[in-house]
């Protein structure tokens, strides 16, 4: 939408799946015989199977307010809505943008039409909740996130509800808010969140849940010769054991991998998700995994957390940049159970990966406290100031105080 990229270059081409014996074909499954184990195509095809993997994927949950089917509201999953995105947005000009959610879809592609047309727009971002991205960060690591909007002169209007969207013509004119506030709109995008698309699970009695398809770890549905993998299926969160959507690129694709191991005989589980994520927002790069310390709280963990700034060089080398690292631990079992990161340099965000392992590997607040991380002055900050190690003293500290005291 930005103009950084063509459609071309993030779809794959005929010839990978021409190379690799895959028979391509682009039709719409329109129904599935699963007694006789094979999908009929819209053109009337019948593709017969030993086994189906069902990738549908998600689209994107549009809430009933009033105005939502107005020309010039849109919501972005796909590359074709993008596209149509970018055709509104050169035809029509518009001047008043306004994005109702502020999770990481809405605020990347505010900030990326920022940068690219600075002068251009005027941007609104409207948020039920009282902070940005608050699926990924606590408030006081969203803090700087809402800063650096505003500076740029986005106005971000927090605990806000739409009511309705109005309209002239046919055409998006602006938004009600609850309080009785309006505010003028030319174009408006709506990233509220998507639901699976079950239709043909549905239709031939596949076992669904709240969030998708019903999988076993082995991606398996309750048809045998069916698996399912992808934003179509119910994941389990590997630390509360609940069942969540699957929205993320990142288990998809190796939900993928692991579906296509099923069928060529291995036994590998899926772990399950940790929703574990990153965006770029101007010069921030925000990423989290695991559990916020509200959610570790709501989900009824009492919750530890340490928050510290490092830098992203030794103090003496230029450019040195600062970022903030977040640590949640469950106080009973002194577990990690969650991580986030606010950096203004890219290289420290990757250290959410390393988060996302520790959880994984189940580590508690000692063993981090021993985590030793390679150190460079040009790539890394000072060994005394890795922020991985100093939160988990900080988090010691208290978990340690707190049972002197009972």
């Known amino acids: 939408m930005a103009g950084l990229v063509t459609s071309e270059s993030i779809v794959n081409p005929d010839k990978m799946f021409a190379d690799n014996m895959i028979d391509l074909v682009v039709d719409k499954a329109r129904h599935i015989d699963a007694k006789e184990r094979k999908v009929e195509l819209s053109n009337g095809r019948d593709i017969p199977y030993n086994k189906l993997i069902l990738a549908t994927g998600s689209s994107p949950f549009i809430p009933p307010i009033e105005g939502h089917d107005l020309k010039g509201v849109f919501a972005l999953r796909s590359l074709s809505d993008a596209e149509r995105i970018k055709d509104y947005l050169d035809e029509t000009a518009p001047r008043k943008l306004l994005f109702i959610g502020a999770g990481f879809i809405s605020l990347e592609v505010a900030s990326l039409l920022s940068k690219a047309r600075p002068d251009k727009y005027g941007m609104t971002v409207v948020e039920l909740l009282d902070h940005p991205l608050p699926l990924m960060i606590d408030p006081d690591m969203a803090a700087a996130i809402l800063t650096a909007f505003e500076q740029r002169g986005i106005s971000m209007q927090m605990g806000r509800k739409v009511e309705r969207i109005l309209g002239q013509n046919g055409k998006v004119s602006a938004i009600e808010l609850s309080d009785g506030r309006r505010i003028d709109v030319d174009m408006l995008f709506m990233n509220v969140g998507s639901r699976p698309n079950l239709e043909l699970a ?151 990966d390393t988060i996302n392992a520790l959880i994984l590997g189940g580590k508690t607040v000692s063993d981090l406290t021993t985590l030793t991380c390679a150190g460079n002055p040009d790539l890394s900050s000072e060994p005394s100031m890795e922020p991985i190690t100093v939160a988990a003293e900080q988090a010691l500290r208290e978990i340690t105080a707190m049972r002197r005291e009972s």
Request: with cysteine.
């Open 202 to 352: 549905e239709e031939i009695g596949l076992e669904t849940g709240r969030y998708g398809i019903k999988v076993n770890r082995f991606l398996e549905t309750s048809d045998p010769d069916i698996l399912a993998a992808g934003d179509c299926v119910e994941n389990e969160h590997f630390i509360t054991g609940k069942c969540v959507p699957g929205l993320l690129r990142g288990p998809a694709v190796i939900q993928g991998r692991l579906a296509a191991k099923r069928l060529a005989g291995f036994s590998i589980g899926f772990p399950g998700v940790l929703n574990n994520s990153a965006c770029k927002l101007f010069d921030k790069s925000i990423c989290s995994t695991g559990l916020t310390e509200q959610q570790a709280k709501e989900e009824g963990f009492d919750a530890v957390s340490a928050t510290v700034t490092s830098r992203s060089k030794h103090r003496m080398i230029p450019e040195v940049k600062p970022w903030t690292l977040k640590l949640v631990f469950d106080r009973k079992t002194q577990k990690l159970i969650g991580g986030q990161i606010v950096s203004d340099a890219e290289p420290p965000a990757k250290e959410i």
